[in-house]
């Protein structure tokens, strides 16, 4: 006997949510959550390149999404050409010079009673010497692991330009109407997620272009006036951005490397990077309220509990998805009525 409309329509939502679970819990499994996020970028900058290349070149609607998509794939390979004569060495060979940055952390924590003042260094307890240990060997571990990621890192590269162009296919191809229910209902879905990434990932990348942006002046215009310079600075500037994308516990992973790195070179370098810091992290606390809170309606004990979770089943790429799963998940459960 076949379903009724209404019967149809609710089978097809059931199955759409379940469909696109599966999909996202697969991603996480997979490791391909740079491919997810790229897809997400490159849509939604198809969608925003297209109507201002229709306006420029007076094209026809069919053909400037067209355009759109071939300057999202393009605008990479570009940037990659005229970039990588200088950066090479940081988008290549990332994962070996983090590596180095760790084991140099190790050696700095080891270090401590050494690079503070005589006076605060008689202060440290005798039981502090195992806690420097614990950290330092805790770090040398971490900078094991990156020893054969190189490979790892330019296949997460291309996997990320993948989702790009799939992202900006997928915004050029014309719209079918009427869709069928299921086809209706993951299109419901999968919009629903996107409108959650432009709100929670856009929002938190201009943020972390704004924390870097403060940090790039005070690590290569400010320390170097008090002469000054701390090792390392690039690779900093990289970290500060890709943990700036994390809230919350992105500040706090900024806030501990750049100051036991500013340790190595002075205590007053350490001292000035912690207050530095403290301070940007104060104006990005009330943007991520004002933009991403009232967005999304998180409180701070949601998103670090869910975080916390996240991070716990997949590592470091569940702190990134965590506040876009969570809020996607929010958002479909308050369409539903349920909260």
Known sequence: MPLQPNSRAATATVISHVLLASALLLIMWQGLLAGLLCV????????WFSPRLAVLTRARNGLSPRLGAALVALIPILLVLLALPRTRGLLLDAPAQYRELLAF????????????????ARQLPEGALELQSAIANYLARKA??????GRAWLAGLLFAYVGLLIGALAAARPSIQPLKPLAAALHQRVHRFGETFRQIVVAQFWIALFNTSLTAIFLLVILP???????????????????GLIPIVGNL????????VGLSV????????????????????FINAKVIGHRTHMSVWELLTVMFV??????????????????????????????
Not at 144 to 149: D, E, I, K, P, V
Not at 253 to 260: D, Q, R, S
């Open 40 to 47: 997400c970028v490159g849509f939604l900058a198809t969608r």
């Open 105 to 120: 952390m190790a050696a700095t924590v080891m270090e401590l009673r050494d690079k503070l003042p005589p006076d605060i």
């Open 144 to 149: 094991g692991t990156l020893a054969n990621t």
């Open 225 to 243: 006036l008090w002469g000054y310079k701390l090792p390392y600075t690039m690779a900093l500037l990289l970290l500060t951005f890709l943990a």
């Open 253 to 260: 992973i900024c806030n501990a490397v750049l100051t036991l």
């Open 266 to 285: 002075s205590p007053w370098v350490a001292l000035a990077c912690l207050v530095f810091l403290v301070a940007i992290h104060k104006a990005e606390y």
């Open 310 to 339: 996240m991070e716990a089943v997949f590592g470091p790429a569940g702190l990134v998805a965590a506040p876009l799963f969570y809020a996607y998940a929010k958002k479909e459960l308050q369409a539903t009525g349920w909260v």
